[in-house]
């Protein structure tokens, strides 16, 4: 399937966060030297957001801040989409253009798949979830690039005794399975988030979640009450998560992480223009 002008669009806004801190690198060994890039296949938690959306902020936009300048991330999750739709879609296809060899390919889907009445994107934990997901590794490791699976960002839920609940049922575990069974490393994002959000607590969570007063920010005039996305504060912290585990899985070397233990400043967040 073809993209859409829209989804075109998103695609080649992810290029200026791309080149904006690249330097040369040696590709493995390889005579062609390159930078290491780390692709962002996701939903939109990990998007990124323009400026019509503000202040929604995707995980993805902050993760700069904590990789090395040796490494550049190329953003191409898009709004909406699970692990069938956006192969469906062709954004899968047009994301594996720009990967070469050593580069990452980071992988995190279940929002959506989760949305099993629409036969668009959902998806079954353990037959076609796994199965879409092995296209990514499959397509990953044909390019002799590495994959890492990370299990979906909890949302903001809490049982009345102020316990952060799960809320994406067997898809975390699937993945975890899918990534035991084809040595796959794991980000378990799900299990990271859910352990801060209970170390917050439902008041400590709320800077952290798209939820606005009304008047507070003017493009949510009515406010908003999101407990899926994030405010830059959330989204600087699912990014740390992302950035430590890529370190304590492995995948990075420290060299390849900053700023793990430091203070980002909200204000580092930008939103182009659509």
């Known amino acids: 399937m073809s993209l859409t002008r829209r ?9 200026p966060l791309a080149l904006a801190s690249t330097t040369p690198a040696a ?22 957001k323009y400026a019509d959306a503000a202040p ?10 904590f990789l090395s300048r040796t490494l550049t991330v190329a953003n191409h999750a898009m709004n909406g989409r699970s692990s069938k739709s956006f192969i469906d879609e062709g954004l899968l296809a047009a994301l594996l ?3 070469r060899a050593g580069d990452l390919l980071l992988i995190q889907f279940g929002h959506n798949d989760e949305k099993t009445e629409d036969p668009a994107r959902g998806t079954d934990p353990y037959t076609t979830y796994q199965d879409c997901l092995g296209r990514y590794i499959a397509a990953a490791r044909a390019r002799r690039a590495r994959p890492v699976l990370i299990t979906p960002v909890e949302r903001r839920r809490f049982a009345e005794d102020g316990t952060a609940k799960p809320t994406h049922g067997d898809y975390p575990a699937a993945m975890r399975a899918l990534a035991a069974r084809e040595r796959v490393p794991l980000l378990d994002l799900q299990a990271l988030s859910l352990a801060r959000w209970q170390e ?8 952290y979640f798209n939820r606005l007063e009304p008047g ?21 912290e699912v990014a ?5 585990a890529l370190l304590d899985t492995r995948v990075l070397a420290a ?5 793990a233990g430091e203070p980002v400043p909200e204000t580092w967040i930008s939103w182009p223009q659509a």
């Open 7 to 15: 989804q075109t669009a998103a695609a080649l806004a992810a290029l």
């Open 27 to 48: 590709a493995h060994g390889s005579a062609d030297r390159h930078p290491r890039t780390v692709h962002i296949a996701g939903d939109s938690t990990a998007a990124r």
């Open 56 to 65: 929604e902020t995707g995980w993805g936009m902050a993760l700069p801040f």
């Open 97 to 99: 253009e720009d990967v």
């Open 200 to 207: 917050l607590g439902p008041d400590g969570t709320e800077a």
């Open 216 to 236: 507070e920010f003017p493009n949510y005039a009515d406010g908003q009450q999101d407990n899926t996305h994030f405010r830059p504060t959330g989204a600087i």
């Open 240 to 244: 740390r998560m992302t950035a430590r």
């Open 255 to 259: 060299r390849d992480i900053r700023r």
